[in-house]
């Protein structure tokens, strides 16, 4: 989409709109502005938008090709034109796979040959079956990996813990802080732990150090290299790195080139969520997410839910110059996801160039934050309800708790809808003034007073209803993000699925760590220097 396409929206967002006004005068507003889909729901009733805007974004989604580039993804073209990668996250989720080819390769059945591997292994580590070097029963599971390969199974299995049913505990290890490392395997047993190194070029720094580090710890303990062989597992794409690890072939559980990492759940990545879950219901966040997909590819326009989304989003950005979102979770279980949605949305679409490599004159992604409410509602609320920064939200309820403390649960709802209403409706000064009256202040300390007490509102969220937490919503959950930044990368012009901009901190970290070994560091800054020095006398 053109730069003077986009800038028409600053001129559309400088039409002031009221909402209390907007809910006063128009009882059918809440019903016109919502949407279901996947057994979703989500209302978008408390937005800065009116039929005149509403119809301008979509609009702007008619005219930017999206169903095309859809289709091109879909068919297999190779939309990510950095990395000439297919991008078929996609087809992962889908139930039938057969006749699924790609550049003359069966992918579809190598997707049902790794589906069948994987329910394989789990069910072993379930039933028992699974013996270690000394012939006892695996207890414990560590998960090596970083990035995409992490936070997405990461915030899955927390998403999923009332379905838990495992034997075998699961550890995560994703930073190279050698804390983590240490933490978690100091009270485990190598003779019953398996490892799992997640890595599709199996070089991934983190990844490959964090993986060396547990090696060692298995060698410390008397492991031999067939012991090795038979504890550690590995997805990835390069299988001759993985084979030099120490890791047997039939170990090793395909990782696809047209798989992104913050994509990768649904791929063997998403195997610490069946272990955890449960081969069948895993099964239901696969379907889940299809059923989202579905949804996208199918819906009407006016009536899809991920590029509702999508065109709200670019609205704040590109209408008010917003620069952030939060993304605030009404529920423990999903307290990751804030951080799973970080990595999807800003990896994807913080770009500067346009899918061409020319400079973009708009902005893009947001920068995205949030935690589990109520718990935000004590910290950074303050500056949601009553700074001047503008910070859409997206507040996330399930309906039904997965606990039975239910008075706790119906609390916690009127939290969520409360905060909606208040970042909405506001408290004028006049409100203020008479509450102050209200509770026995004299006028003059009602005056003082009242000023701090007004909030602005006219401040936009979202609320997105799921009927449970279950691993279906969550899939359904999950995918609907995903088509969310898809659609915006279209509209912004630019491709949502490489991530160059991490490489050039990955470059540099090279020099710095030989000269940190005690290399010549002259030509480093002389802040980088000086900051080696600091280091270095400390070792």
Excluded at 177 to 205: C, I, M, Q, W
Excluded at 407 to 432: I, N, P, S, V, Y
Excluded at 487 to 496: A, F, K, P
């Amino acid at each position: 989409m053109s730069g003077s396409a986009l800038s028409g929206l600053k001129q559309l967002a400088a039409k002031h709109i009221s909402l209390r006004q907007a809910f006063n005068t128009d009882p059918g507003r809440a019903s016109r502005f919502s949407t279901k889909a996947c057994g979703i729901t989500l209302d978008y009733s408390k937005n800065l938008i009116d039929d005149q805007s509403w119809q301008a974004l979509q609009q702007l989604a008619a005219q930017s090709n999206i169903n095309a580039v859809l289709q091109a993804m879909l068919a297999g073209d190779k939309i990510n034109n950095t990395e000439q990668r297919t991008v078929w996250h996609t087809m992962l989720r889908k139930t039938d796979v057969q006749g699924l080819e790609l550049d003359g390769e069966d992918i579809g059945a190598a997707i049902a040959d790794c589906r069948a591997r994987m329910t394989a292994l789990v069910s072993q580590l379930h039933q028992g079956e699974y013996k270690g070097y000394s012939g006892k029963a695996i207890t414990d599971l560590i998960w090596v990996g970083i990035g995409g390969s992490l936070l997405g199974p990461q915030m899955a299995v927390e998403a999923l813990t009332p379905y838990h049913c495992s034997p075998v505990k699961l550890h995560f290890a994703g930073n190279i802080d050698g804390a983590v490392v240490s933490d978690v395997v100091k009270n485990l047993d190598p003779a019953t732990t398996l490892v799992f190194v997640a890595s599709k070029s199996f070089g991934t720094e983190e990844t490959k150090q964090n993986a060396l580090a547990v090696r060692q710890w298995f060698k410390d303990n008397g492991a031999d290299a067939a012991a090795i062989a038979r504890h550690f597992w590995a997805t990835s794409s390069n299988i001759a790195a993985a084979a030099e690890f120490g890791i047997v072939e039939q170990n090793i559980l395909p990782m696809w080139d047209w798989v992104g990492g913050r994509y990768s759940l649904w791929s063997a990545i998403g195997l610490p969520v069946a272990l955890m879950i449960g081969n069948e219901h895993f099964a239901q966040l696969l379907k889940g997410a299809e059923a989202m997909d579905e949804h996208f590819i199918n819906a009407p326009q006016a009536e899809n839910m991920p590029l509702t989304l999508a065109l709200l989003g670019i609205w704040y950005i590109n209408g008010f110059g917003c620069q952030a979102q939060a993304l605030l979770p009404y529920s423990h279980y999903l307290r990751l996801l804030p951080s799973y949605v970080q990595q999807l949305d800003m990896e994807s679409n913080g770009k500067s160039v346009d899918i061409n490599g020319q400079p973009l004159t708009d902005a893009t992604a947001p920068v995205i934050w949030g935690d589990a409410g109520t718990n935000g509602q004590h910290a950074y609320h303050q500056l949601l309800h009553q700074s001047a920064l503008a910070v859409p939200a997206d507040f996330i309820l399930p309906l039904k708790p997965a606990h039975s403390l239910t008075d706790h649960h119906q609390r916690l709802a009127a939290h969520c809808f409360a905060q909606t209403q208040a970042l909405m409706q506001g408290k004028t000064l006049q409100e203020a003034t008479d509450e102050c009256l209200a509770a026995g202040m004299t006028a003059q300390q009602a005056a003082e007073l009242a000023p701090h007490k007004v909030s602005p509102g006219n401040k936009p969220s979202n609320t997105l209803l799921l009927p449970e937490l279950s691993p279906y919503y969550v899939g359904a959950l999950i995918a609907l993000y995903e088509h969310k930044v898809f659609c915006q990368g279209v509209i912004w012009r630019l491709n949502s699925f490489d991530q160059w901009g991490v490489e050039l901190g990955k470059q540099l970290s090279g020099p710095i760590y030989q000269a940190l070994s005690g290399s010549d560091a002259s030509k480093l800054d002389s802040s980088t220097q000086a900051l080696i020095a600091a280091f270095s006398q400390h070792k």
